[in-house]
């Protein structure tokens, strides 16, 4: 294990050793995005650009497995002149299908309107909230259905229709702890009590 004398402005030499630079490298390439080169990495673990050059490349042989201990699940490589850390080509789907779940998809327009509906005015159906927003609303409905953030309450003993209501996700996507803490619609809208139009739309 070599040492590496580092002179930082206005104070003493400093003395690393190579598992020092290693370390402090490793701390930086955690938290970069963006792949950077050997003399911005030195710039960053203050240690001369031959010491980091050696502390990249044990790295990537103790990653690889080739140190004597496990393969890891990511890997240092060289992209474009700079080095970063990637997951492995093999662990690709794994971690596609992690992030997509723990991030979905955002909603669509039409989604959030027909979502804002059923959450003023649940319990409603369909044909109900078909009525407001003036388009079919069936697809919509089973998306946010699957999504969780709506659900089958009941169903209209006199005309079978099935009237929904959201579930507690929507409580907890919004980061509000009942409905009553949505904001007040503008009182220039429609409130519904006079029913409404379109009942024929079932």
């Known amino acids: 294990m070599t040492d590496e004398t580092v ?9 690393r050793t190579s598992a020092d630079v290693a370390r402090r490298l490793e ?4 938290v970069i995005d963006e792949p950077q080169s050997l003399v911005h990495l030195a710039t960053a673990v203050g240690a001369p ?3 980091v050059r050696q502390a990249v490349e044990t790295l990537v042989a103790d990653y690889d497995g080739e140190s004597g201990g496990p393969r890891r699940g990511f890997e ?5 002149g700079g080095w970063r850390l990637y997951v492995r080509e093999e662990h ?6 992690f992030v997509n779940a723990q991030a979905p998809s955002r909603l669509s327009q039409a989604a959030l309107e ?5 959450a003023y005015k649940q319990p409603v ?3 109900q909230v078909a009525a407001i927003r003036a388009v079919n609303v069936d697809s919509v409905v089973r998306t946010l259905v699957a999504r969780g953030l709506i659900t089958e309450q009941f169903t209209d003993p006199e005309t079978g229709a099935i009237n929904y209501g959201t579930t507690d996700a929507l409580l907890v996507n919004l980061g509000i702890n009942s409905l009553d803490e949505l904001p007040h619609i503008s009182p220039l ?4 009590a006079d029913g409404f139009e379109g009942e024929v739309l079932r």
């Not at 690709?92 to 299908?97: F, R």
């Not at 027909?114 to 059923?118: P, S």
């Not at 809208?189 to 519904?192: A, E, I, K, R």
């Open 7 to 15: 002179t930082e402005p206005d104070e003493a030499p400093v003395v």
């Open 114 to 118: 027909t979502l804002a509906v059923i």
């Open 49 to 51: 650009v031959p010491a």
């Open 189 to 192: 809208l429609d409130d519904g």
């Open 76 to 80: 240092l490589r060289e992209v474009g």
């Open 92 to 97: 690709d789907d794994l971690v596609s299908e």
């Open 125 to 127: 159906t369909r044909s």
């Open 27 to 30: 701390a930086i390439l955690l």
